[in-house]
């Protein structure tokens, strides 16, 4: 926590010097420090944008975990990461081998660094030489990113200790005990309902776009509120560990079904907003306003988003060397590949669906097509007027199974199809961090768990297939089956969720509150070798890639062992 007080002064420092960086300005410079930056209604200003700078810390495609980064998709069954990173705590991770002295430290340092900071603006705030109105609404944001940077926190490490509003300096007391989960939720909880009360619904455009609306503070209470809902947290704890205390750091003693209710009611809060709604497309080709969703800067699906410029970053990180990327960082399972479904709706376990496993990706749900690059794939490609093929099939070049992709597909999540790493344009994406179609999915489940498979809930899922390009079928169920038992509705929506949201930081998350980790990740994931025979057509045979063990102490991140030893009042949690 030293540490992290040192670093949070230096950062101000560093920061505010930039804002005057005309290294030919021979003035004499000002010494910066609280009470000059605080007395200056620009640097003020620009010091909480500025906290903003690590909201997407933990969603991050380039996540740090290792030598070239990659995002939480290669802890779960979504994606493989490259081998060219030994080091990677992903590795550590999937292969059971995660302990208290190897753990990435990033999420705990930087979250209590941005929590110091905001703390050290609420104690300035009354010099702040802004108007009344605005001065609420930053405190209001403020308010709102400390509740951000704990809920990361608690859903890595489960409670955590909480500051208050209190500036810890090098001379106080760090060796502070973890608050209880419920003690942690609550203050999250807390916070936004603070900061709800004093920020607008939206920014009409304006420059101040991207900044929190009412509509994200909301849509956390709703993250926060399901997950705590869910068999880990309500309830489930004794299967990790039997010890009391710290039973009540990691979620509640016992299952309440009344906290699906909570999250129902947190989830329609949003949508009653009237504020969202799904990106649709004025193209006819089926799923456009799915991937038209991520090429946007502005639209009127994100509720919470890391504001970036013009940019290719998802191709640089995705794309495959035959468009410029050799090292590309997401190899899709083929666990992720066969959670698609047919344009239909129906799964391809389905007999009725249509789907023939000599022609697997033919008539998928269109999401399929902006989610994975599978062999014969189209892709954008400088020099030719057309998008060319990605193929991937054994001696097929540069793209082929086993010499980049170890699963035989390259992920398409988010990519804008006509950029590639090398050539096409920019654009202007920025990562979505909560968006509707979440909170339509929030909804269904907690209406599901607490009421069962109600008409609202296939109405939440029914917007989700619709805008995604799913046929609407004879019954208008666009592929669901009618009058399913709250069991087949929860099956239903936990793909959904996995469609959906994939790459999009969910997954991992989703499978240990459900608390079915030890079911789905503690297996050999699998890839797809393909061989083209002379006539021209394909073979297709299943291939073990990599093998992911969990154990049960994995739903919860070990603490930082250097953290525990400078403060022994904190708990490790249980198994490290």
Same mark, same amino acid.
């Given at each position: 926590?030293?540490?992290?007080?040192?670093?949070?002064?230096?950062?101000?420092?560093?920061?505010?010097?930039?804002?005057?960086?005309?290294?030919?300005?021979?003035?004499?410079?000002?010494?910066?420090?609280?009470?000059?930056?605080?007395?200056?209604?620009?640097?003020?200003?620009? +010091?909480?944008?500025?906290?903003?700078?690590?909201?997407?810390?933990?969603?991050?495609?380039?996540?740090?975990?290792?030598?070239?980064?990659?995002?939480? +998709?290669?802890?779960?069954?979504?994606?493989?990461?490259?081998?060219?990173?030994?080091?990677? $705590? =992903?590795?550590?991770?999937?292969?059971?081998?995660?302990?208290?002295?190897? =753990?990435?430290?990033?999420?705990?340092?930087?979250?209590?660094?941005? &929590?110091?900071?905001?703390?050290?603006?609420?104690?300035?705030?009354?010099?702040?030489?802004?108007?009344?109105?605005?001065?609420?609404?930053?405190?209001?944001?403020?308010?709102?990113?400390?509740?951000?940077?704990?809920?990361?926190?608690?859903?890595?490490?489960?409670?955590?200790?909480?500051?208050?509003?209190?500036?810890?300096?090098?001379?106080?007391?760090?060796?502070?005990?973890?608050?209880?989960?419920?003690?942690?939720?609550?203050? &999250?909880?807390?916070?936004?309902?603070?900061?709800?009360?004093?920020?607008?619904?939206?920014?009409?455009?304006?420059?101040?776009?991207?900044? &929190?609306?009412?509509?994200?503070?909301?849509?956390?209470?709703?993250?926060?509120?399901?997950?705590?809902?869910?068999?880990?947290?309500?309830?489930?704890?004794?299967?990790?560990?039997?010890?009391?205390?710290?039973?009540?750091?990691?979620?509640?003693?016992?299952?309440?079904?009344?906290?699906?209710?909570?999250?129902?009611?947190?989830?329609?809060?949003?949508?009653?907003?009237?504020? $969202?709604?799904?990106?649709?497309?004025?193209?006819?080709?089926?799923?456009?306003?799915?991937?038209?969703?991520?090429?946007?800067?502005?639209?009127?699906?994100?509720?919470?988003?890391?504001?970036?410029?013009?940019?290719? $970053?998802?191709?640089?990180?995705?794309?495959?060397?035959?468009?410029?990327?050799?090292?590309?960082?997401?190899?899709?399972?083929?666990?992720?590949?066969?959670?698609?479904?047919?344009?239909?709706?129906?799964?391809?376990?389905?007999?009725?669906?249509?789907?023939?496993?000599?022609?697997?990706?033919?008539?998928?749900?269109?999401?399929?097509?902006?989610?994975?690059? $599978?062999?014969?794939?189209?892709?954008?490609?400088?020099?030719?007027?057309?998008?060319?093929?990605?193929?991937?099939? =054994?001696?097929?070049?540069?793209?082929?199974?086993?010499?980049?992709?170890?699963?035989?597909?390259?992920?398409?999540?988010?990519?804008?199809?006509?950029?590639?790493?090398?050539?096409?344009?920019?654009?202007?994406?920025?990562?979505?961090?909560?968006?509707?179609?979440?909170?339509?999915?929030?909804?269904?489940?907690?209406?599901?768990?607490?009421?069962?498979?109600?008409?609202?809930?296939?109405?939440?899922?029914?917007?989700?297939?619709?805008?995604?390009?799913?046929?609407?079928?004879?019954?208008?169920?666009?592929?669901?089956?009618?009058?399913?038992?709250?069991?087949?509705?929860?099956?239903?929506?936990?793909?959904?969720?996995? =469609?959906?949201?994939?790459?999009?930081?969910?997954?991992?998350?989703?499978?240990?509150?459900?608390?079915?980790?030890?079911?789905?990740?503690?297996?050999?994931?699998?890839?797809?070798?393909?061989?083209?025979?002379?006539?021209?057509?394909?073979?297709?045979?299943?291939?073990?890639?990599?093998?992911?063990?969990?154990?049960?102490?994995?739903?919860?991140?070990?603490?930082?062992?250097?953290?525990?030893?400078?403060?022994?009042?904190?708990?490790?949690?249980?198994?490290?």
């Amino acid at each position: 926590m030293k540490k992290y007080i040192m670093i949070t002064l230096s950062a101000i420092m560093l920061w505010c010097s930039s804002c005057d960086s005309d290294f030919l300005d021979q003035k004499v410079l000002t010494v910066l420090n609280e009470e000059t930056v605080f007395t200056d209604s620009l640097r003020s200003v620009q +010091y909480l944008t500025g906290i903003y700078a690590d909201i997407n810390f933990s969603w991050s495609l380039n996540r740090t975990m290792g030598v070239g980064g990659m995002g939480l +998709y290669a802890a779960s069954d979504e994606g493989d990461l490259d081998n060219a990173q030994p080091n990677s $705590y =992903v590795l550590r991770l999937i292969a059971g081998a995660g302990n208290a002295s190897n =753990v990435d430290k990033t999420i705990w340092t930087v979250a209590y660094q941005r &929590i110091r900071g905001i703390n050290l603006m609420l104690r300035n705030k009354d010099k702040i030489p802004v108007s009344a109105a605005l001065k609420t609404r930053m405190i209001a944001e403020a308010k709102f990113l400390r509740a951000w940077y704990y809920f990361t926190l608690l859903k890595h490490y489960g409670g955590i200790s909480l500051m208050g509003d209190k500036v810890f300096e090098l001379t106080d007391n760090l060796n502070i005990a973890r608050s209880s989960y419920e003690e942690t939720l609550n203050y &999250i909880l807390g916070e936004c309902d603070v900061a709800a009360a004093d920020l607008p619904l939206n920014y009409n455009g304006t420059p101040d776009y991207g900044r &929190i609306t009412k509509g994200a503070v909301l849509a956390l209470k709703s993250r926060a509120l399901l997950y705590a809902a869910s068999p880990l947290f309500n309830g489930g704890i004794a299967t990790v560990t039997t010890d009391a205390n710290l039973s009540k750091l990691l979620g509640y003693s016992n299952a309440d079904p009344e906290r699906w209710k909570k999250a129902l009611d947190a989830a329609e809060a949003v949508i009653n907003l009237n504020q $969202y709604v799904l990106n649709t497309s004025t193209s006819t080709t089926p799923g456009a306003g799915f991937y038209e969703t991520f090429t946007k800067r502005i639209n009127n699906e994100y509720i919470f988003t890391f504001m970036r410029g013009n940019n290719k $970053y998802v191709e640089n990180l995705f794309d495959m060397p035959s468009r410029g990327n050799n090292t590309p960082k997401c190899f899709p399972f083929q666990e992720m590949v066969d959670a698609f479904g047919m344009k239909n709706g129906l799964p391809i376990t389905d007999d009725k669906s249509g789907y023939n496993p000599n022609d697997p990706y033919t008539n998928r749900d269109p999401r399929f097509y902006y989610t994975i690059i $599978y062999n014969g794939a189209l892709r954008f490609r400088s020099g030719f007027s057309t998008e060319q093929p990605v193929y991937s099939y =054994v001696g097929s070049g540069s793209d082929q199974i086993y010499t980049i992709t170890t699963t035989g597909y390259y992920c398409y999540k988010m990519i804008d199809k006509t950029a590639v790493t090398a050539g096409g344009s920019e654009t202007g994406r920025c990562d979505p961090l909560i968006r509707y179609a979440e909170i339509l999915l929030n909804a269904a489940e907690a209406n599901n768990e607490y009421y069962g498979a109600t008409t609202k809930v296939y109405d939440y899922l029914i917007q989700i297939r619709k805008r995604a390009g799913i046929t609407a079928g004879a019954d208008n169920l666009y592929g669901l089956k009618a009058n399913m038992t709250k069991e087949e509705m929860r099956s239903a929506i936990m793909n959904e969720r996995r =469609v959906e949201l994939a790459f999009e930081e969910h997954r991992y998350w989703d499978v240990r509150r459900w608390k079915i980790a030890e079911q789905i990740e503690n297996k050999t994931m699998t890839g797809m070798e393909i061989n083209r025979l002379a006539n021209g057509t394909y073979t297709y045979t299943k291939i073990s890639t990599r093998q992911h063990v969990f154990k049960p102490e994995m739903y919860f991140w070990p603490i930082p062992q250097s953290e525990i030893i400078k403060a022994p009042a904190l708990k490790q949690n249980p198994g490290y």
